[in-house]
C-alpha cells in the first residue's frame, strides 16, 4: 500500500485556499470552484496525501454549489465526525491518513445510489485523470472504469 501521508513538503505546496480548507476545515464557495462542473472521468484524491477518495462515476449533479458524491471509492480512506459547528449539527469528512477536511456527508443524495451526499470542497481534493490512472501510481482503480457505467 502506498504510504499516504501528510508531510510539511505537501502542505509547503498548498494554495492559501487549499491549505485553509483542508488544515483549517474552511468551506469554499459554492458554484465557483474547480470541480463542482467536471465531468471528465477519473479519480479525485486528497491533494495534501493522494490518497483515493471518489471517481466519478459516483460524481452526481446535486446543485449545492460543491462536488457531490454518493459514496467513496475506498471507505477506509474517509473517516467522518460529529461537526457542531455553526449552530447546526452536521457528519465532517476528513481523509483517513492526512487528516484533511474534505467537507460534509449528508443523506438527502440520490436513493438509488444509497441516499448519501458526500459534499465535498474541491479545493480538498486533486484530480487525476482515467488516462493517467497508470502513470501517476492509481492503475489498482483503472479496472472501475472499464465497465459500461459512464460517469456524469
Avoid at 9 to 24: D, F, G, I, K, N
Avoid at 125 to 149: I, M, N, Q, T
Wanted: net charge negative.
Amino acid at each position: 500500500m502506498p504510504d499516504y501521508r501528510k508531510t510539511p513538503e505537501a502542505l509547503a505546496r498548498l494554495t492559501p485556499l487549499q491549505y485553509h480548507v483542508t488544515q483549517e476545515a474552511a468551506t469554499e464557495r459554492p458554484f465557483d470552484n474547480a470541480f463542482n462542473d467536471h465531468h471528465e472521468p477519473g479519480l479525485y484524491v486528497d491533494v495534501v496525501s493522494g490518497e483515493p477518495l471518489f471517481t466519478s462515476l459516483d460524481k452526481f449533479p446535486s446543485h449545492c454549489g460543491w462536488p457531490s458524491f454518493a459514496k467513496p471509492v475506498d471507505a477506509t480512506n474517509v473517516v467522518e465526525k460529529s461537526d457542531g459547528s455553526h449552530g447546526m449539527v452536521r457528519t465532517e469528512v476528513r481523509s483517513a491518513h492526512a487528516d484533511s477536511h474534505l467537507g460534509h456527508v449528508f443523506d438527502d443524495g440520490p436513493r438509488e445510489r444509497g441516499g448519501l451526499r458526500y459534499c465535498i470542497n474541491s479545493a480538498s481534493l486533486r484530480f487525476v485523470p482515467l488516462a493517467d490512472l497508470e502513470k501517476a501510481g492509481y492503475g489498482e482503480y483503472r479496472h472501475l472504469f472499464d465497465s459500461e457505467a459512464t460517469p456524469q
